[in-house]
Protein backbone atom coordinates (compact mmCIF):
# COMPACT_ATOMS: atom_id res chain seq x y z
CA UNK A 1 0.00 0.00 0.00
CA UNK A 2 1.34 3.18 -1.04
CA UNK A 3 2.55 5.90 1.83
CA UNK A 4 0.37 8.61 1.80
CA UNK A 5 -0.14 12.02 3.73
CA UNK A 6 -2.82 12.05 5.90
CA UNK A 7 -4.29 16.07 6.77
CA UNK A 8 -6.18 16.17 10.22
CA UNK A 9 -7.21 18.90 12.40
CA UNK A 10 -5.74 17.97 16.23
CA UNK A 11 -8.81 19.36 17.70
CA UNK A 12 -10.45 22.07 19.22
CA UNK A 13 -7.93 24.58 18.42
CA UNK A 14 -8.40 29.01 18.11
CA UNK A 15 -7.96 28.74 14.40
CA UNK A 16 -10.86 25.64 14.03
CA UNK A 17 -13.17 27.57 16.12
CA UNK A 18 -12.69 30.85 14.38
CA UNK A 19 -13.35 28.59 11.33
CA UNK A 20 -16.64 27.49 12.80
CA UNK A 21 -17.40 30.83 13.73
CA UNK A 22 -17.11 32.72 10.35
CA UNK A 23 -18.86 29.71 8.60
CA UNK A 24 -21.51 29.82 10.75
CA UNK A 25 -21.71 33.96 10.59
CA UNK A 26 -21.74 33.42 6.81
CA UNK A 27 -25.01 31.61 7.10
CA UNK A 28 -26.42 34.16 9.42
CA UNK A 29 -25.60 37.05 7.18
CA UNK A 30 -27.00 35.50 3.90
CA UNK A 31 -30.02 34.31 5.85
CA UNK A 32 -30.52 37.69 7.10
CA UNK A 33 -29.85 39.50 3.50
CA UNK A 34 -32.73 37.16 2.10
CA UNK A 35 -34.93 38.06 4.76
CA UNK A 36 -34.89 41.61 3.77
CA UNK A 37 -35.20 40.84 -0.40
CA UNK A 38 -38.76 40.98 -1.45
CA UNK A 39 -40.07 37.45 -3.01
CA UNK A 40 -37.31 35.79 -4.78
CA UNK A 41 -37.63 33.31 -8.20
CA UNK A 42 -37.30 29.73 -6.83
CA UNK A 43 -34.25 29.21 -9.01
CA UNK A 44 -32.54 31.94 -7.62
CA UNK A 45 -33.74 30.75 -3.96
CA UNK A 46 -32.35 27.30 -4.81
CA UNK A 47 -29.14 29.28 -6.10
CA UNK A 48 -28.24 31.97 -4.12
CA UNK A 49 -29.59 30.89 -0.62
CA UNK A 50 -29.99 27.20 -0.68
CA UNK A 51 -26.69 26.19 -2.15
CA UNK A 52 -24.38 28.29 -0.08
CA UNK A 53 -26.50 27.74 3.11
CA UNK A 54 -26.44 23.83 2.57
CA UNK A 55 -22.21 24.14 2.14
CA UNK A 56 -21.85 26.69 5.44
CA UNK A 57 -23.99 24.25 7.63
CA UNK A 58 -22.06 20.98 6.07
CA UNK A 59 -18.76 22.60 6.43
CA UNK A 60 -19.19 22.84 10.08
CA UNK A 61 -21.02 19.57 10.42
CA UNK A 62 -18.03 18.57 8.62
CA UNK A 63 -15.35 19.56 10.75
CA UNK A 64 -16.84 19.29 14.02
CA UNK A 65 -17.54 15.24 13.27
CA UNK A 66 -14.56 14.21 10.99
CA UNK A 67 -12.45 16.52 11.19
CA UNK A 68 -9.62 14.71 13.57
CA UNK A 69 -9.60 11.27 10.96
CA UNK A 70 -12.03 12.44 7.46
CA UNK A 71 -10.90 16.11 6.80
CA UNK A 72 -11.12 14.82 3.11
CA UNK A 73 -14.93 15.02 3.89
CA UNK A 74 -14.97 19.01 3.85
CA UNK A 75 -14.17 19.16 -0.02
CA UNK A 76 -18.14 18.58 -0.58
CA UNK A 77 -19.21 21.84 0.79
CA UNK A 78 -16.10 23.36 -0.89
CA UNK A 79 -17.14 21.94 -4.27
CA UNK A 80 -20.54 23.26 -3.47
CA UNK A 81 -19.37 26.77 -2.62
CA UNK A 82 -17.57 27.04 -5.85
CA UNK A 83 -20.60 26.21 -7.76
CA UNK A 84 -22.51 28.68 -6.46
CA UNK A 85 -19.59 31.21 -6.87
CA UNK A 86 -19.12 29.93 -10.42
CA UNK A 87 -22.91 30.68 -11.06
CA UNK A 88 -22.75 33.87 -9.69
CA UNK A 89 -20.08 34.66 -11.88
CA UNK A 90 -21.71 33.73 -14.93
CA UNK A 91 -23.82 36.79 -14.35
CA UNK A 92 -20.45 39.41 -14.02
CA UNK A 93 -21.08 42.16 -17.12
CA UNK A 94 -17.33 42.03 -17.79
CA UNK A 95 -16.39 38.58 -19.71
CA UNK A 96 -12.64 38.73 -19.18
CA UNK A 97 -13.89 38.90 -15.22
CA UNK A 98 -16.04 35.76 -15.56
CA UNK A 99 -13.04 33.69 -17.39
CA UNK A 100 -10.81 34.75 -14.37
CA UNK A 101 -13.50 34.17 -11.70
CA UNK A 102 -14.75 30.71 -13.12
CA UNK A 103 -10.88 29.83 -13.32
CA UNK A 104 -10.27 31.19 -9.73
CA UNK A 105 -13.13 28.59 -8.00
CA UNK A 106 -11.93 25.59 -10.10
CA UNK A 107 -8.51 25.80 -9.06
CA UNK A 108 -10.17 26.48 -5.45
CA UNK A 109 -11.78 22.98 -5.79
CA UNK A 110 -9.35 21.42 -7.02
CA UNK A 111 -6.10 22.21 -5.07
CA UNK A 112 -8.36 22.17 -1.91
CA UNK A 113 -9.40 18.61 -3.04
CA UNK A 114 -6.25 17.24 -3.89
CA UNK A 115 -4.77 18.69 -0.41
CA UNK A 116 -7.38 16.85 2.01
CA UNK A 117 -7.16 14.15 0.05
CA UNK A 118 -3.31 13.55 0.37
CA UNK A 119 -2.46 14.05 -3.09
CA UNK A 120 -0.54 17.42 -1.95
CA UNK A 121 2.25 17.04 0.73
CA UNK A 122 1.85 20.87 2.28
CA UNK A 123 -0.89 22.68 3.12
CA UNK A 124 0.93 26.18 2.10
CA UNK A 125 -0.70 26.45 -0.78
CA UNK A 126 -3.62 27.02 0.27
CA UNK A 127 -2.77 30.10 2.60
CA UNK A 128 -1.88 31.94 0.10
CA UNK A 129 -4.91 30.74 -2.23
CA UNK A 130 -7.37 31.76 0.55
CA UNK A 131 -5.54 34.36 1.84
CA UNK A 132 -4.77 36.64 -0.96
CA UNK A 133 -7.82 37.30 -2.59
CA UNK A 134 -9.25 37.84 1.27
CA UNK A 135 -6.78 40.55 1.32
CA UNK A 136 -8.02 41.77 -2.48
CA UNK A 137 -10.94 41.98 -1.53
CA UNK A 138 -10.70 44.43 2.14
CA UNK A 139 -8.00 46.61 0.48
CA UNK A 140 -9.43 47.03 -3.36
CA UNK A 141 -12.89 45.83 -4.08
CA UNK A 142 -14.49 46.39 -1.26
CA UNK A 143 -13.54 50.02 -0.94
CA UNK A 144 -15.41 50.56 -4.54
CA UNK A 145 -18.04 50.14 -2.32
CA UNK A 146 -17.97 52.17 0.99
CA UNK A 147 -20.91 54.26 1.50
CA UNK A 148 -23.25 51.15 0.76
CA UNK A 149 -26.09 49.74 3.09
CA UNK A 150 -25.37 47.60 5.12
CA UNK A 151 -28.30 45.32 3.63
CA UNK A 152 -26.61 45.31 0.37
CA UNK A 153 -22.85 44.18 2.50
CA UNK A 154 -24.63 41.05 3.83
CA UNK A 155 -23.78 39.48 0.79
CA UNK A 156 -20.38 40.77 0.26
CA UNK A 157 -19.56 40.18 4.45
CA UNK A 158 -21.21 36.04 3.82
CA UNK A 159 -18.53 35.67 0.87
CA UNK A 160 -15.81 37.27 3.11
CA UNK A 161 -16.23 35.08 6.40
CA UNK A 162 -16.54 32.34 4.13
CA UNK A 163 -12.66 32.79 2.86
CA UNK A 164 -11.78 33.61 6.03
CA UNK A 165 -12.93 30.30 7.81
CA UNK A 166 -11.44 28.54 4.33
CA UNK A 167 -7.60 30.00 5.48
CA UNK A 168 -8.31 29.43 9.58
CA UNK A 169 -8.83 25.52 8.18
CA UNK A 170 -5.39 25.82 6.19
CA UNK A 171 -3.29 27.00 8.85
CA UNK A 172 -5.32 24.62 11.46
CA UNK A 173 -4.87 21.22 9.34
CA UNK A 174 -1.84 19.06 10.46
CA UNK A 175 -0.29 16.63 8.77
CA UNK A 176 1.34 13.24 8.48
CA UNK A 177 2.65 10.35 6.79
CA UNK A 178 0.38 7.13 6.75
CA UNK A 179 2.34 3.87 7.97
CA UNK A 180 3.30 1.40 6.19
CA UNK A 181 0.84 -0.90 5.26
CA UNK A 182 -2.36 1.58 7.09
CA UNK A 183 -5.60 1.94 5.32
CA UNK A 184 -6.39 5.91 4.62
CA UNK A 185 -10.31 6.57 4.49
CA UNK A 186 -11.76 7.84 1.71
CA UNK A 187 -14.53 9.07 -0.19
CA UNK A 188 -17.52 6.26 0.10
CA UNK A 189 -16.06 4.60 3.58
CA UNK A 190 -18.49 5.03 6.68
CA UNK A 191 -16.87 5.84 10.16
CA UNK A 192 -17.57 2.40 11.07
CA UNK A 193 -16.08 0.55 8.04
CA UNK A 194 -14.61 0.32 4.69
CA UNK A 195 -16.08 0.15 1.45
CA UNK A 196 -15.16 -3.19 -0.51
CA UNK A 197 -14.58 -1.38 -4.06
CA UNK A 198 -13.07 -4.89 -5.92
CA UNK A 199 -15.51 -7.52 -5.28
CA UNK A 200 -16.87 -9.06 -7.83
CA UNK A 201 -20.23 -8.21 -9.98
CA UNK A 202 -22.33 -10.24 -8.38
CA UNK A 203 -22.08 -8.97 -4.79
CA UNK A 204 -22.13 -5.70 -6.21
CA UNK A 205 -25.42 -6.06 -7.55
CA UNK A 206 -26.93 -8.34 -5.20
CA UNK A 207 -27.95 -5.22 -2.65
CA UNK A 208 -30.13 -3.52 -5.16
CA UNK A 209 -31.78 -6.24 -5.40
CA UNK A 210 -32.21 -7.89 -2.18
CA UNK A 211 -32.96 -4.40 -1.08
CA UNK A 212 -33.31 -5.59 3.14
CA UNK A 213 -31.54 -7.77 5.14
CA UNK A 214 -34.63 -9.37 6.43
CA UNK A 215 -35.31 -10.53 2.63
CA UNK A 216 -31.92 -11.64 2.64
CA UNK A 217 -31.91 -13.82 5.67
CA UNK A 218 -30.36 -17.39 5.60
CA UNK A 219 -31.56 -19.35 8.28
CA UNK A 220 -28.60 -22.66 9.72
CA UNK A 221 -29.19 -25.05 12.07
CA UNK A 222 -26.16 -26.54 13.70
CA UNK A 223 -25.31 -28.69 16.82
CA UNK A 224 -21.72 -28.84 18.40
CA UNK A 225 -20.29 -31.03 20.36
CA UNK A 226 -18.91 -29.45 23.43
CA UNK A 227 -17.17 -32.76 25.36
CA UNK A 228 -13.65 -30.66 24.75
CA UNK A 229 -14.88 -27.25 25.79
CA UNK A 230 -16.38 -28.91 28.88
CA UNK A 231 -12.93 -29.90 30.02
CA UNK A 232 -11.29 -26.51 28.78
CA UNK A 233 -13.87 -24.14 30.66
CA UNK A 234 -13.16 -26.39 33.77
CA UNK A 235 -9.57 -25.81 33.07
CA UNK A 236 -10.28 -22.12 32.84
CA UNK A 237 -12.42 -22.04 36.02
CA UNK A 238 -9.57 -24.03 38.06
CA UNK A 239 -7.07 -21.16 36.93
CA UNK A 240 -9.31 -18.86 38.33
CA UNK A 241 -11.60 -17.02 35.65
CA UNK A 242 -15.19 -17.26 37.50
CA UNK A 243 -18.51 -18.03 35.11
CA UNK A 244 -15.73 -18.63 32.25
CA UNK A 245 -18.50 -20.53 30.42
CA UNK A 246 -19.60 -21.94 26.53
CA UNK A 247 -20.56 -18.29 25.86
CA UNK A 248 -16.92 -17.06 26.14
CA UNK A 249 -16.02 -20.24 24.12
CA UNK A 250 -18.39 -19.19 21.34
CA UNK A 251 -17.07 -15.92 21.25
CA UNK A 252 -13.40 -16.43 21.29
CA UNK A 253 -14.06 -19.11 18.52
CA UNK A 254 -16.37 -16.31 16.46
CA UNK A 255 -13.63 -13.44 16.72
CA UNK A 256 -10.74 -16.31 15.79
CA UNK A 257 -12.95 -17.46 12.85
CA UNK A 258 -13.47 -13.56 11.69
CA UNK A 259 -9.29 -14.18 11.90
CA UNK A 260 -9.15 -15.84 9.39
CA UNK A 261 -12.66 -15.52 7.22
CA UNK A 262 -13.06 -11.42 7.48
CA UNK A 263 -15.76 -11.84 4.95
CA UNK A 264 -18.03 -12.69 8.19
CA UNK A 265 -17.46 -9.33 9.49
CA UNK A 266 -18.97 -7.22 6.39
CA UNK A 267 -21.91 -5.48 6.62
CA UNK A 268 -24.29 -4.05 4.08
CA UNK A 269 -25.64 -0.44 4.34
CA UNK A 270 -26.65 2.21 1.26
CA UNK A 271 -26.23 -0.61 -0.74
CA UNK A 272 -22.59 -0.94 -1.03
CA UNK A 273 -20.52 -3.61 1.34
CA UNK A 274 -18.60 -2.60 4.07
CA UNK A 275 -16.07 -4.53 5.95
CA UNK A 276 -14.29 -3.55 9.71
CA UNK A 277 -11.42 -5.16 9.60
CA UNK A 278 -9.98 -4.97 13.12
CA UNK A 279 -13.51 -3.97 14.98
CA UNK A 280 -15.35 -7.06 16.01
CA UNK A 281 -18.03 -5.53 17.45
CA UNK A 282 -20.37 -7.87 19.48
CA UNK A 283 -23.75 -6.52 21.02
CA UNK A 284 -25.80 -8.96 23.42
CA UNK A 285 -29.07 -8.11 25.27
CA UNK A 286 -28.59 -8.87 29.09
CA UNK A 287 -30.87 -8.45 32.24
CA UNK A 288 -28.93 -6.35 35.46
CA UNK A 289 -30.71 -9.80 37.31
CA UNK A 290 -32.34 -12.74 36.72
CA UNK A 291 -36.15 -11.90 36.95
CA UNK A 292 -39.39 -11.35 34.62
CA UNK A 293 -39.46 -7.64 36.36
CA UNK A 294 -35.79 -6.62 35.86
CA UNK A 295 -35.49 -4.33 32.64
CA UNK A 296 -33.07 -5.54 30.03
CA UNK A 297 -29.81 -3.51 28.44
CA UNK A 298 -27.45 -4.21 25.37
CA UNK A 299 -23.91 -3.87 25.63
CA UNK A 300 -21.54 -4.25 22.72
CA UNK A 301 -18.07 -5.46 23.18
CA UNK A 302 -15.55 -4.62 20.55
CA UNK A 303 -12.57 -7.43 19.90
CA UNK A 304 -9.83 -7.42 18.00
CA UNK A 305 -9.23 -10.69 15.35
CA UNK A 306 -6.03 -11.48 17.68
CA UNK A 307 -7.99 -12.09 20.40
CA UNK A 308 -7.14 -14.70 22.59
CA UNK A 309 -9.64 -16.54 25.12
CA UNK A 310 -8.21 -14.97 28.07
CA UNK A 311 -8.59 -11.49 26.23
CA UNK A 312 -12.23 -12.12 25.08
CA UNK A 313 -13.16 -13.35 28.97
CA UNK A 314 -12.00 -10.27 30.39
CA UNK A 315 -13.19 -7.58 27.86
CA UNK A 316 -16.89 -9.41 28.34
CA UNK A 317 -16.79 -10.17 32.09
CA UNK A 318 -15.81 -6.31 32.49
CA UNK A 319 -18.53 -4.99 30.25
CA UNK A 320 -21.16 -7.43 31.62
CA UNK A 321 -19.88 -6.03 35.64
CA UNK A 322 -19.79 -2.07 34.97
CA UNK A 323 -23.37 -2.74 33.26
CA UNK A 324 -25.07 -4.35 36.58
CA UNK A 325 -22.85 -2.51 38.84
CA UNK A 326 -23.89 0.66 37.26
CA UNK A 327 -26.74 2.19 39.70
CA UNK A 328 -27.69 4.42 36.47
CA UNK A 329 -28.40 3.34 33.40
CA UNK A 330 -26.46 3.16 30.74
CA UNK A 331 -25.60 4.62 27.23
CA UNK A 332 -28.16 2.59 25.26
CA UNK A 333 -30.64 3.00 28.48
CA UNK A 334 -30.51 7.10 27.90
CA UNK A 335 -30.70 6.86 24.17
CA UNK A 336 -33.61 4.37 23.95
CA UNK A 337 -35.19 6.71 26.96
CA UNK A 338 -34.50 9.50 25.24
CA UNK A 339 -36.26 8.10 22.36
CA UNK A 340 -39.12 7.64 24.47
CA UNK A 341 -40.30 11.23 25.06
CA UNK A 342 -40.38 11.97 21.19
CA UNK A 343 -44.32 11.97 20.34
CA UNK A 344 -44.70 9.80 17.79
CA UNK A 345 -45.39 11.11 14.67
CA UNK A 346 -42.27 12.75 15.22
CA UNK A 347 -40.50 9.78 16.64
CA UNK A 348 -41.76 8.06 13.25
CA UNK A 349 -39.87 11.05 11.09
CA UNK A 350 -37.01 11.04 13.09
CA UNK A 351 -36.19 7.35 12.74
CA UNK A 352 -36.77 7.66 9.27
CA UNK A 353 -33.98 10.74 9.36
CA UNK A 354 -31.81 8.38 11.02
CA UNK A 355 -32.08 5.75 8.82
CA UNK A 356 -31.49 8.39 5.64
CA UNK A 357 -28.20 9.51 7.58
CA UNK A 358 -27.30 5.50 8.06
CA UNK A 359 -27.79 4.95 4.09
CA UNK A 360 -25.24 7.81 3.46
CA UNK A 361 -22.45 7.25 6.23
CA UNK A 362 -23.39 10.05 8.19
CA UNK A 363 -24.15 8.70 11.43
CA UNK A 364 -22.24 10.40 13.88
CA UNK A 365 -19.56 7.33 15.35
CA UNK A 366 -20.51 8.00 19.15
CA UNK A 367 -24.24 7.08 18.07
CA UNK A 368 -23.23 3.66 16.19
CA UNK A 369 -21.16 2.40 18.59
CA UNK A 370 -24.13 2.55 21.22
CA UNK A 371 -26.86 1.18 18.71
CA UNK A 372 -27.70 -2.19 19.43
CA UNK A 373 -28.75 -2.04 15.71
CA UNK A 374 -24.94 -2.01 14.28
CA UNK A 375 -22.72 -4.58 15.06
CA UNK A 376 -20.91 -7.56 13.46
CA UNK A 377 -22.79 -10.04 15.44
CA UNK A 378 -25.92 -9.76 17.62
CA UNK A 379 -25.66 -12.92 20.13
CA UNK A 380 -28.37 -14.28 22.84
CA UNK A 381 -28.17 -16.94 24.75
CA UNK A 382 -31.03 -19.21 25.30
CA UNK A 383 -29.02 -21.74 27.86
CA UNK A 384 -29.42 -18.79 30.31
CA UNK A 385 -32.97 -19.19 30.11
CA UNK A 386 -33.70 -23.30 30.01
CA UNK A 387 -35.03 -23.05 26.24
CA UNK A 388 -33.88 -24.08 23.23
CA UNK A 389 -32.01 -21.89 20.51
CA UNK A 390 -34.48 -19.41 18.54
CA UNK A 391 -33.97 -18.19 14.87
CA UNK A 392 -33.80 -14.52 15.17
CA UNK A 393 -34.45 -11.90 12.79
CA UNK A 394 -31.91 -9.63 11.85
CA UNK A 395 -32.72 -5.88 11.75
CA UNK A 396 -33.59 -3.72 9.04
CA UNK A 397 -32.79 -0.60 10.89
CA UNK A 398 -28.35 -1.21 11.30
CA UNK A 399 -26.27 -3.17 9.85
CA UNK A 400 -25.63 -6.69 11.96
CA UNK A 401 -25.52 -8.94 9.35
CA UNK A 402 -25.50 -12.44 11.76
CA UNK A 403 -27.59 -13.23 14.84
CA UNK A 404 -26.47 -16.58 16.86
CA UNK A 405 -28.33 -18.03 19.62
CA UNK A 406 -27.97 -21.08 21.21
CA UNK A 407 -29.46 -23.09 23.76
CA UNK A 408 -28.70 -25.35 26.78
CA UNK A 409 -26.69 -28.50 26.77
CA UNK A 410 -28.45 -31.74 25.79
CA UNK A 411 -27.06 -35.45 26.30
CA UNK A 412 -27.44 -37.67 23.62
CA UNK A 413 -26.29 -41.60 23.32
CA UNK A 414 -24.24 -42.43 20.39
CA UNK A 415 -23.84 -45.68 18.75
CA UNK A 416 -19.77 -46.26 18.19
CA UNK A 417 -18.66 -48.85 15.31
CA UNK A 418 -18.51 -51.57 17.81
CA UNK A 419 -22.15 -51.38 18.81
CA UNK A 420 -21.32 -49.96 21.90
CA UNK A 421 -22.80 -46.90 23.24
CA UNK A 422 -21.00 -43.59 24.57
CA UNK A 423 -22.54 -39.85 26.06
CA UNK A 424 -22.66 -37.14 24.21
CA UNK A 425 -23.06 -33.30 25.08
CA UNK A 426 -23.96 -30.72 22.38
CA UNK A 427 -25.17 -27.40 22.17
CA UNK A 428 -28.01 -26.17 19.33
CA UNK A 429 -27.07 -23.19 17.68
CA UNK A 430 -29.35 -21.34 15.28
CA UNK A 431 -27.48 -18.91 12.83
CA UNK A 432 -29.29 -16.02 10.68
CA UNK A 433 -27.02 -14.27 8.26
CA UNK A 434 -27.66 -12.16 5.73
CA UNK A 435 -26.33 -13.82 2.43
CA UNK A 436 -25.28 -10.83 0.62
CA UNK A 437 -21.74 -10.65 2.46
CA UNK A 438 -20.81 -13.82 1.32
CA UNK A 439 -21.12 -16.98 -0.73
CA UNK A 440 -22.36 -20.27 0.85
CA UNK A 441 -18.94 -21.57 0.60
CA UNK A 442 -17.14 -19.09 2.46
CA UNK A 443 -20.27 -19.47 4.97
CA UNK A 444 -19.63 -23.29 5.17
CA UNK A 445 -15.52 -23.21 5.19
CA UNK A 446 -15.86 -20.46 8.40
CA UNK A 447 -18.37 -23.13 9.99
CA UNK A 448 -15.97 -26.25 9.15
CA UNK A 449 -13.45 -23.92 11.07
CA UNK A 450 -15.59 -22.74 13.56
CA UNK A 451 -16.22 -26.78 14.90
CA UNK A 452 -12.16 -27.49 14.21
CA UNK A 453 -11.92 -24.47 17.37
CA UNK A 454 -14.39 -26.18 19.32
CA UNK A 455 -13.18 -29.53 19.00
CA UNK A 456 -9.59 -28.12 20.08
CA UNK A 457 -10.34 -25.04 22.08
CA UNK A 458 -7.03 -24.85 23.56
CA UNK A 459 -6.02 -23.52 20.22
CA UNK A 460 -7.87 -20.34 21.24
CA UNK A 461 -5.13 -19.50 23.92
CA UNK A 462 -2.85 -18.27 21.57
CA UNK A 463 -2.95 -15.85 19.01
CA UNK A 464 -3.45 -16.39 15.36
CA UNK A 465 -0.87 -16.79 13.16
CA UNK A 466 -1.91 -14.42 11.23
CA UNK A 467 -4.87 -11.87 10.89
CA UNK A 468 -6.18 -11.92 6.87
CA UNK A 469 -7.19 -8.57 5.83
CA UNK A 470 -10.31 -8.29 3.61
CA UNK A 471 -9.66 -7.79 0.32
CA UNK A 472 -9.80 -3.88 -0.93
Known amino acids: MKRKTIYYLPGFTLPVILSVLFMVC ?89 TVTGRVPTQKPLWLLFGLPLLYHILVEDRQKAGWPLHDWLPEASVLLCMAALLCVSLAMKRRTAGEGEYVPGFGDRSDGRRLRKLSPIFAVSPYIMKTRNTSQNFIEDHIEVTAADRYIAEKRRAGM ?84 APLDTGFDKLAGAFNLIPGLVLKFFVFLLQTLDYFGLLPRALTKLSPFHGSLYITSMASLGIPPIYHHLYDFGNVPVFCSFGRKRRVYETRRDGGAVLRKYIDCCFVTDERIVDGFYFASAMRYLHSLLDDPWQLDAPPEAVIRDQD
Open 242 to 325: RNFGVLHVLLAAYVRVCARYPGLNRFIAGQKIFCRDREIEVNMTIKKEMSTDSPDTVIKVTFDPADTADTVYGKFNEKVQSVKD
Open 26 to 114: SAVARIVWACGEPPLPRSFLCLQILLPLAANVSFVLILLRDGKDRLFRSAIPVWLGCVFFAVKALGFPSLVHTVLCLGLYALVAALYTA
